[in-house]
């Protein structure tokens, strides 16, 4: 498929899709014209990409995950890496609870100010 149906197919921008080129984390092949085709498989691969950059991964660093993921290739440092952004992401995730249960109490007070001012 072309890069604007791999754009259209995974909601990612043309732009974007380049800068993951550049970075390895997703390859094309050329047509005979020059213009970039990915196969089918690219749009999976597309959508994990944006889906670590989401939870913070660094491009670097998804770099270094993929082939873990893709080609079975696994050393004890992409086995860490792995490791590693799971405690971070987990992390974040008790950082954000704590934050909406703050969050909670303050709306909780707020709306017994306003029930006592009605």
């Excluded at 149906?5 to 909601?11: D, F, N, S, Y």
């Excluded at 079975?72 to 860490?80: E, F, I």
Aim: charged letters at 30%; hydrophobic letters at 40%.
């Amino acid at each position: 498929m072309k890069i604007g149906e791999l754009a259209r197919r995974t909601g990612a921008s043309v732009r974007s899709l380049r800068y993951y080129e550049e970075q390895g984390l997703i390859l094309s092949g050329r047509t005979s014209g020059g213009q970039r085709v990915y196969d089918e498989d690219a749009v999976e691969r597309v959508d994990l990409v944006q889906l670590l950059f989401r939870a913070g991964v660094a491009s670097r660093d998804v770099v270094e995950i993929l082939p873990c993921i893709y080609s079975g290739t696994t050393t004890p440092a992409m086995v860490g890496r792995l490791v590693a952004e799971r405690a971070r992401i987990d992390e974040k995730v008790r950082e954000l609870t704590a934050t909406r249960n703050r969050l909670d109490g303050v709306v909780r007070a707020a709306r017994a100010r306003l029930a006592t001012t009605v």
